[in-house]
Structure formats: structure tokens, C-alpha cells
Nanobody
Framework: QVQLVESGGGLVQTGASLRLTCAASRRSYDTIVMGWFRQAAGMEREYLAAIGVTDSSADYASSVTGRFTIFRDYANNVVYLQMNKLKPEDTAVYYC??????????????????WGQGTQVTVSS
């Protein structure tokens, strides 16, 4: 089992930045890929970004490309999501996920085995 704990959410104004952190309890085959999703109220969970062992493996959803950056500290089992120029439509619960399926393209929820409890991000207008 791998536990994932997110932190860094909060209430910010439009245009602000936030950095989310996800710490995994251990490094394993099931943490080769780590990703971020979000779920707004009444909406389905949305893929944002994922990363393998190296930064060059990062993949992004088109909705966040250029504003969000995913990176990881592989040695310490931590993945980050740097979010810039936040908008009210970014308001959601943000979830960290971990899995063993490397992809040459985008990722889906089924590619991930473990999930964090989520951290709330609220962007005021």
C-alpha cells in the first residue's frame, strides 16, 4: 500500500499562484507515475498532469498547459503542482495519484492505483 498526502491548497485571488505538494509514503513500482487531477463541484474528475521518473516525461492536459507545471523529487517521493495565473474556474478539489503505467501520451484515472484525499483550491474573482 502507498499513502498519498496532498497539501498546499487554499483560498487565493484570481491571478495568484499556488504550489500543491503530494508526499508518498514510500517509493515503489506503483509510484513510477504520479499525477494530478481535480474535481469541481458537480463535475467529473479531470486529468491535469502526470510525470514519470524524469521531468522530461511530464504530460499536461490542454486546459492547464502553460499555467501549471508538474515536477517531482523522486528520491524523496514527493510530487508538486505549481499553478500560476489561477482563475475562478480552477476552483476544485485537487487529487494526487500514483501508478505504474507509463504512457507516451495523456493519462486517465484508470492508469492510477493510489489516490490522496484531496486538497481544496478556491480562486475568488
Amino acid at each position: 500500500q502507498v499513502q498519498l498526502v496532498e497539501s498546499g491548497g487554499g483560498l487565493v485571488q484570481t491571478g495568484a499562484s499556488l504550489r500543491l505538494t503530494c508526499a508518498a509514503s514510500r517509493r515503489s513500482y506503483d509510484t513510477i507515475v504520479m499525477g494530478w487531477f481535480r474535481q469541481a463541484a458537480g463535475m467529473e474528475r479531470e486529468y491535469l498532469a502526470a510525470i514519470g521518473v524524469t521531468d522530461s516525461s511530464a504530460d499536461y492536459a490542454s486546459s492547464v498547459t502553460g499555467r501549471f507545471t508538474i515536477f517531482r523529487d523522486y528520491a524523496n517521493n514527493v510530487v508538486y503542482l505549481q499553478m500560476n495565473k489561477l482563475k475562478p474556474e480552477d476552483t476544485a478539489v485537487y487529487y494526487c495519484a500514483a501508478g505504474s503505467t507509463l504512457s507516451s501520451g495523456s493519462y486517465a484515472q484508470d492508469d492510477f492505483t493510489y489516490w490522496g484525499q484531496g486538497t481544496q483550491v478556491t480562486v475568488s474573482s
